[in-house]
């Protein structure tokens, strides 16, 4: 896994990736870490389920595997997309 910050494309490395990890383990506590880089250690983030049909879900697959990414991602990515757009 590289880590990047934010939708950075350029991978954090020496002190610069140790702190962000510093920071996701501190975040991480009481739980999985937070999507959200200013939530507070034990804070969630808010969780949407959405139902789509087989070729919706198959593409969304593809995409991800081919990006690299989770369809999570893909999936937030393309929402604010929307929301900023309406």
């Avoid at 991602?73 to 393309?78: I, L, T």
């Amino acid at each position: 896994m590289t880590l990047r910050r934010g939708g950075s494309s350029t991978p954090l490395r020496g002190a610069d990736a140790a702190a962000f990890g510093a920071g996701l383990i501190e975040r991480s506590k009481g739980g999985r870490p937070s999507i959200d880089p200013d939530a507070k250690p034990g804070q969630h983030s808010r969780a949407v389920q959405v139902r789509v049909d087989d070729n919706l879900d198959r593409a969304l697959e593809d995409l991800a595997r081919a990006q690299h990414r989770s369809k999570s991602a893909v999936v937030r990515d393309a929402l604010a997309a929307y929301v900023a757009r309406h």
